[in-house]
């Protein structure tokens, strides 16, 4: 997948776009399809509470002979709202018949200290889980750590992630 993306702010909207080609090559069968992202930033809807809406891979899918493959095309919408050093958050995935959704909230310590938790749920996988974490920050280094807990059966169940981010 080759891609380019695009993003500017319009009258007080930040907009992004992405166009991306899509080249399969199987075995002695090539094909191309392209997809496109379409997102928007929403500041301050209502008092401080900010909106995010994204439509990603929506395009012409590649197809294979008479096999024609189908893009994985989502809508996603999020909420967030400051309150002091707090930041609530949740985020809608909608997805064919699918609907997933996460919230959570995060506290932030002198712009350098964040300690985080949120809930994950999947009703037509069966998942649902909890999440919690820090982050740190250091000069222009970004270190998180989170954990995911949850059912034995949950495949992230006992999971530790972490990354790291350098700001350039």
Do not use: C
């Amino acid at each position: 997948v080759w891609g380019v993306s695009w993003g500017s702010n319009i009258k007080g909207y930040n907009v992004g776009v992405t166009a991306k080609v899509i080249q399969h090559d199987l075995y002695v069968q090539k094909t191309f399809g392209t997809s496109f992202d379409v997102a928007t930033y929403l500041p301050k809807v209502y008092k401080d509470l900010d909106v995010d809406v994204a439509l990603r891979n929506f395009g012409v899918a590649p197809t294979f002979g008479n096999f024609k493959t189908k893009l994985p095309t989502s809508l996603n919408v999020a909420l967030t709202y400051p309150f002091k050093q707090w930041m609530f958050y949740e985020q809608h995935n909608f997805f064919k018949k699918f609907h997933t959704w996460g919230s959570g909230v995060s506290y932030n310590y002198n712009n350098m200290l964040w300690g985080k938790a949120g809930y994950y749920v999947d009703k037509s996988h069966d998942l649902r889980y909890g999440t919690f974490g820090v982050s740190m920050k250091y000069d222009k280094y970004l270190l998180n750590m989170s954990y995911i807990y949850g059912k034995e059966d949950n495949p992230l169940t006992n999971t530790i992630r972490l990354t790291i981010n350098l700001e350039l």
